[in-house]
Each structure stands twice: as C-alpha cells, then as structure tokens.
C-alpha cells in the first residue's frame, strides 16, 4: 500500500487528474528561468511545467526581447528556440555568450529538429545543453538536473532586489488546461519537420 501511495504522490490521481505540486528533491527551486521560443504553446506549457516546481518564469517571443530581458532580469537559466522571428536562437546564443552580464547564463537549445548540424552549432557557440521537441517535463527536469549537477545553474538569492513581475499572457482556467507536453504549434512547422 506504500508503494501505491508513492505512485499517487509521483503521477497525482489519474481519477481526477490531480498533478503533484510537491517540488522535485536535489533541483534548487526559485531560480528565474527565461523561456524564449516564438511559439505561445511552448512559453505556456514550459512556464507551467516551471512554475508548477517553484521557479519564476519569464517569456519572449523573439531573440530581440530575449537579449532585452536577459540583459535586464540576469536570470538563472535559459531555454532558448533555434528557430526565431527575425534572429535566430544561434545569433541570441552568439549574442548572450558574448555579453558580460549574460556570459555564464546557462542555455538549453530547443529545436524540433534533431540533426548534427543543430547540435555542432548549439555547442560551437556555447550552449549547455539541448532539447528536442515534443518534451515532456521529466525531460525538463532532467536538464536541470543535469546542469545542477555540474555545477552550473546556481540559483541566486534576489530577496533584495525584488520579485520580477511579468503580464500573465493565459487565465487561470487557460494555465491549468496546459497539458505536461509540449508539442509544437502546427503552424509553426515549416517544410521538412523543422520548428
């Protein structure tokens, strides 16, 4: 009977869909995450998926606002798209390592497209580590993992400076409607499955 109590706390009541809220053991909670991918869908499932672990969440659509909010908000960690309006998640990659505020921000690259071409670029230019699209959150989470355990995401302490605010972009309802997989939008596909 443990054991079934153990799996209900795990994967919440599969009755009334109950998530667990219980953070995740050996992952530092409240880190300021910037989620970064053209797509709404993605910034809304990967946003719940963070905050739903403690962390404060921050949203852009483009690589030009990313550069702005990293530059403003230094946060603790990065996803980032490599496919963008107008520059690409390679050029925010170049950009982000070579900006002093911003150089030892860990990134996670998200792409839709796995090839060796993607995952040469993402670590010629810097990134930690990369992700591929539809992600589900022990994906997530095992990227944090991953970068905790190597020493590189270190949650700083911002008490003092103040809690960061951002516009919630979904309701409640909306939030809560979010499934724990993130699928790209279909019309974000462009010809030969990339995203």
Request: overall charge negative; proline content about 7%; glycine content about 10%.
């Amino acid at each position: 009977m443990a054991g079934f109590g153990l799996i209900k706390r795990i994967f919440g009541n599969p009755v009334t869909g109950e998530r667990r809220q219980v953070p995740r053991s050996g992952v530092p909670k409240g880190a300021l995450v910037l989620v970064v991918d053209d797509s709404a869908t993605i910034r809304a499932v990967l946003g719940k998926m963070l905050t739903q672990d403690g962390h404060a969440v921050l949203k852009a659509p483009d690589g030009e606002t990313a550069i702005q909010l990293a530059n403003r908000h230094a946060p603790d960690l990065i996803f980032l798209d490599i496919v963008l309006p107008g520059m690409n998640g390679f050029a925010v990659l170049r950009a982000l390592r070579r900006d002093p505020v911003t150089h030892d921000i860990p990134i996670v690259m998200i792409s839709g497209n796995l090839q060796a071409t993607e995952q040469f670029y993402v670590q010629r230019f810097g990134a930690d580590d990369f992700m591929k699209k539809p992600f589900g959150r022990s994906e997530v989470f095992a990227r944090i993992q991953h970068l905790t355990g190597s020493g590189r995401l270190v949650v700083r302490d911002r008490s003092e400076q103040g809690e960061v605010t951002q516009a919630p972009e979904l309701t409640e309802a909306e939030h809560e409607a979010i499934p724990d997989i993130a699928m790209p939008d279909p019309h974000d596909l462009l010809p030969g499955g990339h995203s």
